[in-house]
């Protein structure tokens, strides 16, 4: 069947830098996004990856490694607005997103 | 510019009632997408609308339907409401293989 696990929580200080990991198994692979959701908020598009290797968007980056069906989301010189749930979402062969089901990043001062 | 609209923002309802969500895009969006969310923030998908055709419907009850009048709008209607049905509703809309622009939720409750 098709899978995605991501841890369901995570904390982290202000300043420091986290990384929050991604497997997924699916029926074929079309991409892995990435989303942030504040609480109460609709989710919100961070990035992209279809090719191995790391994509860095300013504080964040993603990283793809398609052999080892993981991915990682790494934020740096975190803020306290960082704080909310980070979604990955693997698209399939029918071009489908199968999304896991989030982790709570918690930003301490 | 709102990109993808919903209304109402919150909906609260007895029991057995009937309820419309209705949702618009005005990106030029070939698909549109219902989400429901419950309590523990799981995000699953309900519909998908490609160019006015259902194309897919995971296994949620018949008495929740898509209406899509045009290709900018896709309405859901619910029948004989539960309350296991109160969650968050998301609409969202995207391009084909691109990634999926939200609105902005209705938070449905069910007493």
């Known amino acids: 069947g098709q899978n995605i696990d991501q841890p369901t929580e995570m904390t982290a200080t202000e300043g420091a830098i986290v990384q929050i990991n991604c497997t997924y198994q699916t029926s074929g692979f079309n991409g892995l996004f990435w989303y942030q959701q504040h609480a109460g908020e609709a989710p919100t598009f961070l990035s992209y990856?279809?090719l191995d290797g790391l994509e860095e968007k300013g504080r964040f980056s993603s990283f793809l490694s398609r052999s080892k069906g993981y991915s990682y989301l790494l934020l740096k010189e975190l803020q306290m607005k960082d704080s909310a749930s980070y979604l990955c979402a693997a698209m399939d062969s029918n071009y489908q997103l199968i999304w896991g089901a989030g982790t709570k990043l918690i930003i301490k001062p | 510019d709102t990109a993808v609209s919903q209304t109402p923002k919150y909906l609260v309802t007895q029991m057995g009632n009937d309820k419309s969500i209705k949702c618009e895009q005005n990106?030029?969006?070939?698909?549109m997408y219902w989400y429901k969310q419950d309590s523990k923030k799981f995000l699953k998908i309900m519909f998908s609308y490609n160019n006015k055709e259902l194309i897919i419907n995971e296994t949620v009850p018949n008495r929740f339907s898509p209406k899509s009048p045009d290709k900018a709008h896709l309405n859901l209607h619910i029948n004989s409401l539960e309350l296991g049905d109160s969650a968050v509703y998301f609409c969202a809309s995207s391009l084909p293989s691109n990634e999926q622009f939200f609105g902005p939720g209705t938070r449905l409750t069910v007493l």
């Open positions: 990856n279809v």
């Open positions: 990106l030029g969006h070939d698909t």
